[in-house]
């Protein structure tokens, strides 16, 4: 899946606000969202929370009992089986022995349940440690839908065959279920079970005593799709139906092994009311359809490649449809469609286009070709994360395909061209081969995520591109990697799997596969990915599968790489230099560390790539000898670092050097050097390599800002140091060179978050962050003001061109904006609305916009606002920056004007899209609001978390990570979030994916 990505910063996030913020200099930061996510996946996961309080509501007491049994493994036949070899809790999910519970009881269940009850269904963790293979596989599924208004009926035929020999004990088949799937019948070969023969619990069904042979199940069940408010499984979306499976929302459908591991072929059927549901779509080809009686139709698909459940999807509405088709390199004609509202049929073209690069990209690259003879994606505006890869039935966010120039920004652009080849991509990193259990989540989300970012690289510009990756890397998933929510790119263990599609799987995942390229080179890297899949196509697999191909394919011991995929934490590195100019050499020191997480304190060095360059006194490159290495000419190394400590020596040195260390970011760790201010400032203007250049200018006003920030704290008055000022003037003054980079140069004047500052400060104290960091980005428009306007208006343009030039004018033009906004001063608020009353594209119209957002008391801020409801109001997907603009800006108590949104009809609590704009953009926004003194902003995160909780567990989940990070904060701001945390924890009725999160920071 795709997260749901504010552009290139949040689309992994699932806040759509930040996409405009980074196209202004005004400076929104997730960091305080940072459990949530990265935005390419959507992760869906997972079961929708269930309420802990609904299993004991309703139940009799034999259903009670029953449950107990199951969480104790009591029934004769369970326990037979439990007697047996392998002495498995079979009725886990996923496989796994729910073998722990969690160390406190569960407040939140404590209402009306005994003691009993109360231990049987505290949530418990499940256990990479514990995985077992199935006993048994499903060779065919036969799906047959009845999709009704009151009731759907579904029908799920399926071969089973055991994977053990016969004989023995029968063991048991347990089949994932959920309180909202209504059990109508269970046959097995035809027979009819009776209530000894089975459990059933809200957790599943097991089956006591199946055939040990061959047999056919078919279960029948009843479904209600229009009141699933968590919009996993099957749910509605402005009156159509649609799915969304991964991780778990299958068994909110019918009864089934809803794991991963378990692959199988998929027939679907369904049947609807023709005019309602004009459009009938599932996986694979579509071999039959036809009439019936009573204004239905019905459609038979057929998915020829063996998938697990969570590949599953089903789509029926009254649709609009674009077409295209791609001839593959081995010429298999492919029909590519592409599904939305009648009245959006205008805004799918450029989906279009990307779908068709992405399929030509992947051929190029990667050598794979696409495998079926269609290929949809369908549009939905209900969705909790960004996209979802179903085999041949992309589902997507809305916001993540519709776009016209008018309608959409350039940010908006990119993440549509982002996240449509990633789910394409998927075809074969996660469906053609997929994962053994959710623990390896990262080895088709850090793999899709690293092929996502090479594929816009090459899109667009790759430098910017990596700057950008990495930027969302430090503001979100390094505060993760600090957090209470730390966990290593393969997980150990997990309440709510939906809880793991966070930016360490997807983001630091594709980091550890980058390096696997840095380490082995493009072309050992593309070898162990032709052994990958020559190994494993058709099968669920494992993070050291992966591993083992890279290793294999390339001779290559890559024993020390491993514990990327089992520590957390950040690795921090550092590096000290030191020439001698009589033996010319440059030596290189550098030591490792990470500091303890939550249950890891042991941590082990672990192999990791250090790109170096040397700079010569004139700029130049130096060609580099590395002592022991034969290769000559080159003039960027990669040194393996994997002991504690390791010195490098380079030869034949004949001028003292600066160093360029980490060039392209080639380890995601944190980097201390000992690199002086004139190095930095030398680096900045020389570094052949774009993102040391990049990273140059915010090492040096990070620490610029940090000192700031400390005087700040002291109550000292404020000065600018005059070099930063020049150094800021150099690169706006780039602007005016001919070929000038214009995305870089916008991205170099971007100054570090206030959230990034936060991370490094200890206590954090918004107030005063944002004091030093505001008297910086003021000063810095006072001193460049006329080199600002200059660069504005030389880069405005007559007319909205999309090309790469335009959008990078584009770009720094509205960053000049943003910058000279900071001026309140009554001209540049004239200005601003003057280009939004005139802009002919959306990236103009929403950035003159967002430049007037934070100024208070300012008619002309009022009069945009307001235009703009005016004239977008009919666009929900526009609608959702409105919202997000207003919320995340820098008004004082701006909590009260967010509060007064809620009650906006432009809002709805149900949609997550709004929800991640105008909650999330108000956690994500101004520090200074959410963080209030007086505690008003946690008060309402508070407030609206439990109220969405009740609505969609996921989305609740997403939103109170604003608070994981509480411990950051000073005393004060400390025991407010701890309150709110305690008040959720202790809230009745609480869903499992809250429950996690926010145990989890309180431990
Ligand atoms: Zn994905």
């Not at 919009?231 to 019918?254: H, M, P, V, W």
């Not at 510009?461 to 990596?466: E, Q």
């Not at 307001?866 to 997907?877: G, I, V």
Request: proline share 4%.
């Amino acid at each position: 899946m795709a997260f749901s990505e504010c552009g290139h910063t949040a689309r992994r996030l699932g806040m759509l606000t930040a996409v405009h913020v980074a196209t202004s200099s005004r400076n929104w930061t997730l960091s305080a969202l940072s459990i949530v996510v990265s935005e390419r996946h959507t992760d869906t996961s997972g079961i929708h929370a269930r309420r802990l309080r609904s299993p004991l509501q309703e139940m009799s007491m034999p259903q009670v009992m029953s449950r107990v049994a199951r969480a104790g493994l009591a029934t004769n036949a369970l326990a037979r089986a439990a007697s047996k070899a392998q002495p498995v809790a079979r009725t886990s999910d996923f496989g796994f022995a729910a073998s722990r519970s969690v160390s406190r009881p569960v407040r939140a269940m404590a209402s009306a349940a005994t003691t009993t009850e109360k231990v049987a269904e505290a949530p418990k963790p499940i256990y990479l440690k514990d995985y077992t293979a199935p006993d048994y596989k499903f060779a065919k599924v036969v799906l047959d839908f009845e999709l009704g208004e009151e009731v759907t009926v579904v029908g799920n035929t399926i071969a089973v065959e055991p994977t053990f020999t016969a004989g023995g004990d029968p063991r048991p088949l347990f089949l994932n279920g959920d309180p909202t799937v209504q059990l109508e019948s269970v046959t097995v070969d035809g027979t009819a079970l009776d209530a000894a023969d089975y459990v059933l619990t809200p957790k599943g069904l097991t089956i006591t005593a199946p055939p040990a042979v061959p047999f056919e199940l078919k279960i029948t069940t009843t479904i209600k799709p229009q009141e699933n408010t968590e919009l996993e499984g099957l749910y509605k979306s402005s009156g159509n139906f649609c799915t969304q499976c991964e991780a778990e929302g299958f068994r909110r459908i019918t009864f089934y092994q809803d794991r991963p591991d378990v692959m199988s072929e998929f027939t679907t059927k369904i049947t609807a009311d023709k005019a309602k549901y004009p459009v009938l779509l599932s996986n694979g080809n579509l071999v039959d359809s036809g009439e019936l009686d009573g204004g239905k139709h019905f459609t038979v698909w057929e998915d020829p490649f063996p998938k697990p459940a969570y590949l599953f999807a089903l789509v029926a509405g009254d649709l609009g449809m674009i077409e295209d088709t791609f001839t593959t390199k081995s010429g298999r004609e492919v029909a590519l469609r592409i599904y939305v509202e009648e009245h959006n049929l205008d805004k799918a073209d450029w989906a279009m286009v990307s779908l068709v690069k992405s399929m030509k990209w992947d051929e190029d690259v990667f050598g794979l070709e696409y495998d079926l003879d269609l290929f949809n994606i369908v549009a939905v505006d209900d969705f909790n994360m960004g996209a979802m890869e179903n085999k041949s039935l992309n589902i997507f966010n809305s916001r993540l395909v519709l776009a016209t120039p008018t309608t959409a920004t350039d940010m908006d652009y990119s993440a549509i061209e982002g996240v449509v080849a990633h789910e394409y991509f998927h075809n074969w990193t996660g469906n053609r081969v997929t994962c053994r259990d959710w623990f390896q989540l990262s080895l088709k989300e850090g793999l899709t995520v690293y092929r996502d970012q090479e594929f816009s690289a090459d899109m667009n510009s790759r430098g910017v591109k990596r700057i950008g990756d990495v930027a969302r890397l430090r503001m979100s998933q390094f505060p993760q990697d600090a957090g209470p929510m730390a966990h290593p790119i393969r997980p150990e263990s997990y309440i709510k799997m939906d809880n793991f599609y966070t930016v360490t799987i997807y983001e630091k995942g594709a980091e550890v596969v980058r390096m696997y390229e840095t380490l082995l080179g493009k072309d050992g890297f593309r070898k162990g990915m032709d052994l990958y899949f020559a190994r494993h196509d058709g099968q669920a697999v494992t993070c050291d599968d992966f591993l083992a191909a890279m290793a294999d394919a390339n001779d290559a011991d890559l024993t020390a790489f491993k514990p990327w995929y089992s520590q957390a934490g950040t690795p921090t590195l550092d590096v000290t230099t030191e020439y001698d100019s009589d033996a010319k050499t440059f030596t290189m020191t550098c030591t490792q560390s990470i500091a303890g997480t939550p249950g890891q304190s042991d941590k082990s060095p672990v192999l990791m790539p250090i790109a170096v360059g040397l700079l010569a006194p004139d700029g130049s490159d130096m060609e580099l000898v590395l002592d022991g290495d034969a290769v000559k000419g080159e003039t960027t190394k990669v040194l393996r670092l994997s002991e504690s400590s390791q010195t490098f020596v380079f030869k034949c040195v004949g001028e003292k050097p600066v160093p360029s260390i980490l060039r392209n970011f080639s380890a995601p760790v944190r980097l201390t050097t000992d690199l002086t201010q004139e190095d930095l400032i030398f680096l900045m203007a020389n570094d052949s390599d774009q993102f040391n250049r990049w990273e140059a200018g915010q090492t040096l006003t990070r620490s610029l800002l940090l000192d700031l920030v400390a005087k700040a704290g002291e109550g000292e008055t404020l000065v600018m140091d005059q070099k930063i000022v020049d150094a800021m003037r150099n690169i706006v003054n780039l602007a005016k060179e001919k070929g000038a980079d214009k995305a870089f140069i916008a991205r170099a004047m971007a100054l570090p978050s206030e959230g990034e500052l936060s991370e490094m400060v200890s206590p954090a104290d918004p107030d005063v962050i944002h004091a030093a960091r505001d008297f910086v980005v003021k000063t810095l428009a006072k001193e460049l003001k006329s080199e600002l306007m200059w660069t504005m208006k030389d880069n405005t343009s007559e007319k909205y061109e999309r090309d790469g030039e335009s959008r990078a004018a584009r770009t720094l033009k509205n960053m000049c904006l943003g910058l000279l906004s900071y001026l309140e001063d009554p001209e540049i608020d004239a200005e601003a609305l003057a280009r939004f009353k005139s802009a002919d594209n959306m990236t103009d119209q929403i950035s003159a916009l967002s430049a007037l957002s934070g100024r208070a008391d300012c008619e002309a801020r009022t009069e945009a606002i307001d235009m703009f409801y005016e004239q977008w109001k009919h666009d929900p997907l526009i609608m959702n920056k409105w919202l997000g603009l207003q919320a995340g800006a820098a008004l004082p108590n701006n909590v009260e004007n967010v509060k007064r949104l809620t009650e906006h009809p432009a809002f709805d609590i149900k949609n997550p899209n709004k929800v991640y704009s105008l909650v999330g953009g108000f956690v994500g926004g101004t520090p200074t609001n959410f963080h209030a003194a007086d505690g008003s902003g946690y008060e309402f995160l508070g407030d609206i978390v439990l109220k969405i909780d009740k609505l969609n567990g996921g989305v609740a989940a997403r939103m109170v990570g604003g608070f994981t990070r509480w411990r950051k904060y000073d005393e004060k701001r400390r025991v407010m979030m701890k309150a709110q945390l305690e008040r959720i924890v202790g809230t009745e009725g609480l869903s499992e994916n809250v429950f996690e999160i926010v145990s989890k920071s309180l431990e």
